[in-house]
């Protein structure tokens, strides 16, 4: 049971690049997140979603699209690479269905875009 | 828009009790959660609270105060493992009660 993974762990990219960061779970949840957590910040949510097939809009969504065509996999996509998405990505998967709320993240992707 | 307030840092020793304070001004307030978060690492679940009161998981408690927008993590007899970042969240009715928007963390320490 690996939980959630990422691919890459890490990438430079030159401004007006295009990349796709992957996500994956193997625990059948529902739910799953994009954030984005810049040095001495917490994490700001960019997009979400509910279930297979649909996306919703976070806190900081300018620039990036995302995808879900499968449930286990949430693609997010940055179409042109700006120096400010410089940043850590994590992705997150929880339970349609759970009293706790918890959340299972990813170990990160760090961008760096030049 | 949604606000949430913890201290930056905290500094404690080894054995000692230390209490993080959450409040937040949200609309659509459905629960406060705690992580925490090891340089380098991803955030790990601690806790959550939807419900007024106390919630104790080992060393760790959280507590919730709905009428007053406030929460806190409870950390007690602290192991050098403990220095970390934590962070409360809180998650809203209107992205479906389960994403997420987090505090900008506190930095605690723990000393020998």
């Known amino acids: 049971n690996a939980g959630v993974t990422q691919t890459p762990k890490f990438r430079v990219l030159k401004t007006g690049q295009s990349m796709t960061l992957l996500c994956a779970q193997d625990?059948?949840?529902?739910?799953m997140y994009w954030y984005r957590q810049d040095p001495g910040m917490g994490l700001r949510l960019i997009h979400y979603s509910v279930g297979e097939g649909t996306t919703a809009k976070g806190e900081v969504p300018d620039g990036y699209n995302v995808s879900r065509l499968k449930k286990q996999n949430f693609l997010l996509g940055l179409e042109s690479a700006a120096p400010s998405q410089t940043s850590v990505y994590f992705c997150a998967s929880t339970p349609g269905h759970s009293n706790r709320n918890e959340q299972f993240f990813g170990p990160g992707t760090r961008l760096t875009v030049l | 828009g949604q606000s949430l307030e913890q201290p930056s840092e905290v500094t404690a020793v080894e054995g000692a009790i230390v209490q993080i304070n959450c409040t937040y001004q949200?609309?659509?307030?459905?629960?406060l959660s705690w992580y925490q978060q090891h340089d380098g690492g991803a955030p790990t679940f601690l806790s959550y609270?939807?419900?007024?009161g106390l919630e104790e998981t080992g060393r760790f408690s959280s507590f919730l105060s709905r009428s007053d927008s406030y929460g806190y993590l409870l950390l007690q007899e602290l192991q050098m493992k403990d220095s970390a970042s934590y962070f409360c969240a809180v998650s809203l009715m209107d992205t479906g009660r389960r994403a997420l928007t987090f505090g900008s963390g506190t930095r605690l320490q723990v000393q020998p």
């Open positions: 625990m059948n949840h529902e739910y």
């Open positions: 949200t609309s659509g307030f459905y629960g």
């Open positions: 609270n939807a419900l007024d």
